[in-house]
């Protein structure tokens, strides 16, 4: 199994979403934001527990109106994970989502009204215990600022920043987290590093806009890769024009190949040539698809052939190497006398992986029972 990276992560305050703690050395959380509409209050927790199966640490829910707000009530009071209540220009949804139990509001303080609307905000936060999130995003920059700097340049992106903190900083609040977003990469990574010396509270990561789920994926993983690398970010979500379920996958990839968070199996296969004794494209995608609600962290390889195969194979808690109408079979590095009937690979696979998570798991509550 792999071991994390001691990656020197940028010193931030903590807050608290709910019970889910940001920032301050804290694990780095995973979000995603639904799709739903949020009046369709059926649709709409269906989607949460979905997320939730996929190990999602917390969901953003727009809240446009104030029926949307009634419907956010309901939706609150039958689901478990923490839900952020995502707000613009009106604040009396903020007053209402916060009554209503929310977790967190993402709002910009100053595009929700004068001052004595964002006080009234900021009050009902402060006696909720309710954090919130400033969001910049070059898409819905200020237009006096976009004017000033020629268009959501980077300075322009930390003087807006910059802006909503100083007004959350002279209403005595400080449970804030903030995110600062392009669509370019270069963009984005610039912009995070120099607000993350300007400002000690947790930073949201993510790209927006990023696009469809290849393009989109491809760029928020060269973006927060190399932030994440810095030590910069303590939450992040992954903005794809796709499924949010991919949203939350990709996550969770990219903290993996970092070394930085562990859920669920990582495959590792070859790309295939003529040398492939089984269809290894299709062995992964359906095992990927089978094995979704398998979160215990273990390292699956499937290789074609015994080139690579036994070397990856003994890298791995479970690795297959193809062979002519069968393939070796390892475990934890140690090759079996078993061996799988290529013809029916996928299903042998599948029963081995279960019995080998829950075996996994089994030793770690007795783990947990010595130690405590």
Do not use: W
């Amino acid at each position: 199994m792999q071991k994390f990276l001691n990656i020197a992560r940028r010193k931030s305050k903590r807050i608290y979403v709910g019970k889910v703690p940001i920032g301050g050395g804290a694990p780095i959380t995973v979000q995603s934001m639904l799709n739903t509409c949020t009046t369709d209050i059926e649709s709409t927790i269906r989607q949460i527990r979905t997320l939730e199966s996929l190990g999602v640490d917390i969901v953003r829910i727009a809240v446009p109106t104030l029926e949307a707000a009634e419907a956010f009530k309901i939706i609150k009071q039958q689901v478990t994970v923490p839900l952020i209540a995502d707000i613009h220009f009106d604040y009396r949804i903020a007053l209402k989502v916060a009554e209503y139990g929310a977790d967190c509001l993402r709002i910009n303080p100053g595009n929700i009204g004068n001052i004595t609307r964002i006080s009234s905000v900021v009050e009902s936060a402060k006696d909720r215990n309710i954090p919130i999130r400033i969001g910049v995003n070059a898409g819905s920059l200020e237009r006096d600022l976009q004017k000033k700097f020629a268009g959501p340049t980077l300075d322009a992106l930390l003087a807006s920043a910059m802006r909503h903190v100083d007004i959350l900083d002279k209403l005595n609040f400080d449970q804030f987290k903030v995110s600062i977003k392009s669509t370019d990469v270069f963009l984005t990574i610039e912009a995070y590093r120099r607000l993350a010396t300007e400002i000690d509270q947790p930073l949201h990561l993510g790209l927006t806009e990023a696009g469809g789920f290849r393009s989109g994926t491809v760029k928020s993983s060269i973006a927060l890769g190399l932030l994440l690398m810095e030590g910069i970010g303590d939450t992040l979500r992954i903005s794809l024009a796709a499924d949010p379920m991919e949203e939350v996958k990709v996550a969770y990839d990219i903290l993996r190949s970092l070394r930085i968070r562990s859920r669920g199996i990582n495959f590792i296969a070859c790309p295939t040539c003529s040398r492939q004794e089984f269809d290894v494209i299709k062995t992964v995608n359906v095992l990927e698809e089978k094995l979704q609600d398998v979160i215990t962290p273990m390292d699956i390889s499937i290789i074609g052939c015994v080139v690579n195969g036994p070397g990856e194979a003994m890298l791995s808690t479970i690795g297959v190497a193809g062979g002519r109408d069968t393939s070796a079979f390892y475990e934890d590095g140690v090759r079996q006398k078993q061996r799988f009937d290529n013809a029916s690979l996928i299903d042998q696979l599948e029963i081995q992986i279960r019995k080998k998570a829950k075996l996994i798991e089994e030793r770690n509550i007795i783990k947990t029972r010595v130690i405590e």
